[in-house]
């Protein structure tokens, strides 16, 4: 458990300034319409931490294996927090084409009075909200649980009842009514009538006292202006046809079975194939469809997982290209053992452990990279940089001189080491480093009930915060612990000998964390002509680290996440297009990623490569004769064999493998698997993308909602 110096040393000045920008859980509480006109009001910390860990809790009930909760509440009386149930709270109104089905969600609040002009906080719906004294404003703080994206709508509410008469509150949740309601609602929206089996429109409405925060926070996920009625207390946006998925839009007989040569043809090398000789698979260079009707369908082309294999593991130059800055967070051991002497070495093992961070420090690249010192031993200390009260530094003497600070007595509590090195990663490391932690320990945890299972936790606590913490021996350490923390966090755990020993184990660090050996990705990407025409890709979610190539997107970018698609309306008779096209990298325009692949044989971490800037005199399209097309029903082994590296996705068992059934692709009637392999600057390529034109004759119900109701008693 972090202890109060901890939190008291770095809240007050952390808490105002990188909380929401890191998106974190959120312990910061604020209110009013500006946040610059309420740090000054942000007192109660304490108060802040626990509804903070309230909300954390609330969020696990939503979790089919989480029944109840609790959390402490630290810094006021229960008497100062309220339980509104939705009856007086609010509520959340869905409706589906104009209200032909509708449901109404609750919207019960723990609501905390600040007194005074501070204004009113608020936990509702898995969000924290703040609400200003005088009611004509409030902002969010951490976004509720309602999110839209692709089309679609996740939400999540809590109707809590009861009251908190004790500090540690007990939350219950009641499974049953919860499955029940959550089950009712999808059904009420999506099968109320059959109109809204494929909705042409969704109104979303919150009633509520922070109505002004959801309405921003509406507007920020939908993209949609929104309606607000300070009369009573509501929000509303609409989403209209344009806005829903693209297989919502049923208009007129849109229907499609490409398997079916009455109204598709699929095209081998420019001549057609006939139904009769159709196996499933075929070169293809086009797909046509023509029901003689008239229609126009829309036509998507999404690529699929991680299909595309252009990559070769090449050494790169970690300082030369550009990657990511990292933050790093020395915990060194300062119990009075490493006044001891280190072997091979004149001085102290604390002596031995300054030199080889100094080294450290010497060796890595400030311009970039900064660093930050915490030490243990009966309790933990920040080693604010000398001379200032900053806990960063990307200057080598101001770490050289905060270095030589760190001091040898006392015991040992790792814990409590990890404790505040996470605390600065949470509130001080910047949100676009690469967070890392160099923890040394010469000796066992001596302090504290259960401090092995309390370390360990941190080192959970590090992984759910992407810090990897690497962990050296020194001495006579608890080797099954530190060899823990570091694979509980995708780090690597050393022991050194002697002090050499030391300095080369800090080295090695270094060179692992700036990464000289990588995989490289060919940037490569795909293109869709409906008609003539050359279709963008568009995105579905907000993502600048997707590379742009010439317009399109680069799908063997090792950042992308499958969020965008090609979409177009084909009408009758159009020729619909799928091709590959890939190019050569720059010299010198890599950069290295986040993204990591380990080998089973060697258990080598590699970090993945990407192209920041093509030659585009060196674009290669693929030909038709090395693109596959595969529909409904086709047998796995007419797939091309599976001879990718080990760093590369399984074409069957990853790529494919969640339209596998006994065997068989199990596709809708309006989708196509393609598949293209060639080759490409000496590499072996693979493209997989599914193809998808008008609608399916099996899927008649759009899912638009997730819908999650939970019931729960607050119960002291």
């Not at 972090?2 to 209110?31: H, K």
């Not at 109840?68 to 100062?80: A, I, V, W, Y």
């Not at 021996?473 to 995708?490: I, K, R, W």
Request: charged fraction near 20%; hydrophobic fraction near 30%; proline fraction near 3%.
């Amino acid at each position: 458990m972090p202890d109060d110096r901890a939190v008291s040393e770095v809240v007050g000045y952390v808490l105002l300034v990188a909380v929401v920008t890191m998106g974190i859980v959120t312990i910061l509480l604020l209110g009013g319409a500006a946040i610059s006109e309420l740090e000054s009001q942000v007192t109660d910390e304490n108060v802040d931490i626990s509804l903070g860990s309230a909300n954390q809790r609330l969020g696990a009930l939503s979790s089919a294996r989480v029944n109840s909760t609790r959390f402490e509440l630290r810094g006021k009386n229960p008497s100062d927090l309220r339980v509104h149930s939705n009856t007086s709270s609010g509520h959340i109104d869905l409706e589906v084409n104009g209200g032909t089905c509708s449901a109404r969600l609750p919207l019960s609040t723990i609501e905390y009075e600040r007194g005074g002009d501070r204004g009113t906080l608020g936990l509702q719906a898995g969000g924290q909200f703040v609400r200003s004294a005088t009611g004509e404003s409030s902002t969010v703080i951490e976004p509720p649980s309602l999110t839209a994206d692709n089309g679609t709508l996740d939400i999540t509410t809590y109707d809590v009842s009861g009251s908190i008469d004790d500090r540690t509150v007990l939350i219950r949740k009641n499974a049953t009514l919860s499955e029940t309601r959550s089950e009712a609602v999808v059904t009420e929206l999506a099968r109320g009538d059959p109109s809204c089996n494929r909705p042409s429109n969704v109104t979303i409405t919150v009633q509520s006292r922070y109505y002004q925060a959801w309405g921003d926070h509406l507007s920020d996920e939908t993209g949609r202006s929104v309606t607000k009625n300070p009369a009573n207390d509501t929000v509303s946006v609409h989403l209209n046809q344009s806005w829903l998925p693209t297989r919502a839009n049923d208009s007129g007989n849109q229907v499609v079975d490409l398997s079916d040569d009455t109204m598709a043809t699929v095209t081998s090398n420019g001549g057609p194939t006939s139904a009769d000789s159709y196996t499933y698979s075929t070169t293809t260079d086009n797909l046509q469809v023509d029901k003689g009707v008239g229609n126009n369908y829309t036509a998507v082309a999404v690529p699929l997982g991680n299909g595309t294999q252009s990559s070769s593991i090449k050494e790169v130059d970690g300082e030369t290209v550009y990657r990511r800055p990292i933050d790093i967070v020395f915990v060194i051991d300062e119990s009075g053992s490493m006044g001891e002497s280190a072997t091979g070495n004149p001085g102290s093992k604390s002596d031995a452990a300054k030199q080889a961070a100094k080294n450290f420090v010497d060796e890595a690249n400030m311009s970039s990279d900064r660093v930050a010192f915490v030490g243990f031993n009966t309790s933990a200390t920040y080693h604010r940089i000398e001379g200032s009260n900053r806990f960063f530094t990307n200057n080598t003497s101001e770490a050289d001189a905060t270095i030589n600070t760190y001091r040898s007595d006392g015991s040992t509590a790792i814990q409590r080491g990890l404790d505040k090195s996470n605390t600065l990663h949470d509130f001080r490391a910047r949100a676009d480093a690469q967070k890392v932690v160099i923890l040394l320990s010469d000796g066992e945890n001596t302090v504290g009930n259960n401090a092995n299972s309390k370390t360990r936790a941190q080192a959970q606590r590090a992984a759910k915060n992407n810090v990897t913490i690497f962990t050296v021996g020194f001495g006579d350490p608890d080797e099954d612990l530190l060899e823990g923390v570091a694979n509980d966090t995708g780090g690597t755990y050393r022991f050194a000998e002697n002090a050499t020993e030391l300095n080369d184990i800090f080295q090695n660090i270094l060179s692992n964390i700036t990464s000289v050996s990588a995989i490289v990705h060919r940037p490569t990407t795909a293109q869709l002509s409906v008609g003539g025409r050359r279709i963008k890709p568009e995105l579905g979610y907000a993502n600048p680290d997707i590379n742009r190539i010439n317009g399109s997107y680069d799908i063997n970018d090792p950042r992308y996440r499958g969020g965008f698609e090609f979409s177009a309306s084909a009408a009758d008779g159009n020729l619909i297009n799928v091709s590959a096209v890939s190019y050569d990298c720059e010299p010198e325009a890599y950069e290295l990623t986040d993204v990591f692949v380990s080998n089973n044989t060697t258990n080598r971490p590699y970090r993945r490569v990407r192209c920041t800037d093509v030659d585009n005199s060196s674009r290669q399209v693929a030909s038709p004769d090395e693109a596959q097309v595969f529909l409904d029903g086709a047998n796995i082994s007419d797939l091309p064999d599976d001879d990718e590296a080990w760093y590369q996705s399984d074409l069957v068992n990853d790529t494919l493998a969640p339209y596998i059934s006994g065997g068989e692709l199990e596709l809708d009637s309006n989708e196509a698997v393609i598949v293209f392999e060639y080759s490409s600057g000496g590499d072996t390529s693979r493209i997989v993308l599914l193809y998808q034109i008008g609608l399916s004759e099996s899927r008649s119900v759009v899912e638009i909602f997730d819908v999650r109701e939970i019931h729960a008693t607050v119960d002291d």
